[in-house]
């Protein structure tokens, strides 16, 4: 989405590429969105989703949430997880994921979030696992008993990216699978450049 309004900038008032037409950004975002969940609840007994906040736009996908929400309420097997937390909780078995979009957050900071703020969380889980995004490229460190990973992104380098040099990242989506007893078990990497060329 990345813009926060019908201006081109973030909630703090950067400027950012956009397509300039929101509502069609809004329609296409949505759209997409229902796909992947009805495809989703075709293969899994329970869709569990959450949309990250970040810092371009919390306001919008703050929205998308409610409305995923609201357009899933008869169907119980799809549970959208509240996002009014920037850094947001989840457990499941002997795994807790602290979900967060991590702007403002070195390794150690978010690995301090879920060690403190969720001590109980952390303390009952075999596997503590930080999962963001923000910085577009992949990175993994392990810090206080806690796995602290950065993802790639799928979109290309807008303008500030490519003229701040951070012109090297991959893009990729990433498919985790963790064991119920703590731990991942093994993950899928999908690399749309491929299919481009």
């Keep these: 989405l990345h813009n926060d309004s019908l201006r081109p900038q973030t909630f703090n008032g950067t400027d950012v590429d956009v397509d300039g037409r929101l509502s069609l950004t809004i329609d296409e975002t949505v759209s997409l969105l229902r796909f992947m969940f009805d495809l989703l609840l075709e293969i899994y007994r329970n869709v569990y989703v959450l949309i990250a906040r970040g810092n371009h736009c919390p306001t919008i996908e703050l929205l998308v949430s409610k409305m995923i929400e609201i357009a899933y309420e008869k169907e119980p097997r799809l549970i959208v997880i509240d996002n009014t937390r920037k850094h947001t909780p989840f ?57 602290s990973e950065i993802f790639e992104v799928l979109p290309t380098p807008d303008s500030w990216h490519t003229e701040s040099g951070f012109v090297t990242s991959d893009q990729s989506a990433c498919l985790l699978r963790y064991h119920k007893n703590g731990g991942i078990i093994d993950r899928h990497f999908h690399n749309p450049r491929f299919m481009l060329k």
């Design 91 to 147: 457990s499941w078995e002997k795994n807790f994921q602290l979900i967060t979009h991590g702007d403002r957050l070195n390794h150690q900071k978010k690995a301090d979030i879920a060690t403190s703020m969720y001590r109980k969380e952390h303390g009952a889980a075999n596997f503590t696992h930080v999962l963001s995004g923000h910085l577009h490229h992949h990175d993994s460190k392990s810090v206080s008993g806690v796995t």
